[in-house]
């Protein structure tokens, strides 16, 4: 089994902690700011490490990892989730608010646009081990099509196309070159899908009220 600082969870255990202790810190000395701070910390961290980590999971490192992986995967989508609306609602009280706090603001738009790479790379992870635990390994060591998605040039996919894949259904609400070829992958993007349509309505509609703020 591989060492518990090489899974994928690692980064959000790591995150979670450093949000709590960001919090808590930030409660003593400036309460109105604690979640938003202990917000950003969550996202901050948890991008850091995943986007160092990510890029240099090859194929390989992926298949042979992907079922020694067994927490609840649902359950981190929740509590990323929890985190996102938080952030969210954070930036529109600050906003709603006759005389916002800048740095409430500032905060509050920092984590709205963390919150967006966060669960999209939170995705990219999911599709990753989701993919490579349910395909079936050939005599050549390649996954079959029953990892349920087909990546165009014949490569087994790695880390980085994993990100790819998740951020184009993030900025699009669909997919562009991968083809879906399982009922249960399609499942996972139509979830996605339609969280990330909703996810940048709210991101437009965040923008236009700090305009609409800037201006008054």
């Known amino acids: 089994m591989s060492p518990f600082h090489t899974t994928?969870?690692?980064g959000f255990y790591a995150a979670a902690g450093a949000a709590l202790l960001a919090g808590l810190g930030a409660a003593l000395l400036t309460p109105q700011l604690s979640i938003?701070?202990?917000?950003n910390a969550f996202f901050l961290v948890y991008l850091g490490f995943m986007l160092r980590l990510v890029p240099r999971k090859s194929a390989q490192t992926l298949r042979r990892h992907a079922a020694e992986d067994d927490a609840p995967a649902p359950i981190l989508l929740l509590v990323m989730l929890a985190a996102v609306v938080v952030?969210?609602?954070?930036?529109?009280?600050s906003l709603a608010g006759e005389h916002a706090s800048p740095v409430l603001l500032i905060l509050g738009i920092a984590s709205v646009v963390l919150g967006w790479f966060a669960i999209h790379t939170m995705w990219a992870m999911h599709y990753a081990y989701e993919y490579y635990s349910v395909g079936a390994a050939g005599r050549d060591g390649r996954a079959d099509s029953e990892g349920g998605l087909d990546f165009p040039g014949g490569e087994d996919p790695d880390g980085?196309?994993?990100?790819?894949?998740?951020?184009?259904i993030g900025m699009t609400a669909q997919t562009a070159d991968t083809n879906v070829t399982s009922n249960a992958m399609r499942r996972l993007v139509a979830i996605h899908g339609v969280f990330s349509f909703f996810f940048n309505t709210v991101l437009v509609a965040a923008a236009v009220n700090i305009v609409v703020s800037l201006a008054n």
Do not use: E, N, W
């Open 160 to 168: 980085t196309a994993f990100l790819y894949f998740a951020y184009v």
């Open 87 to 93: 952030s969210a609602a954070t930036l529109f009280v």
């Open 36 to 39: 938003s701070i202990g917000v």
């Open 8 to 10: 994928r969870h690692f």
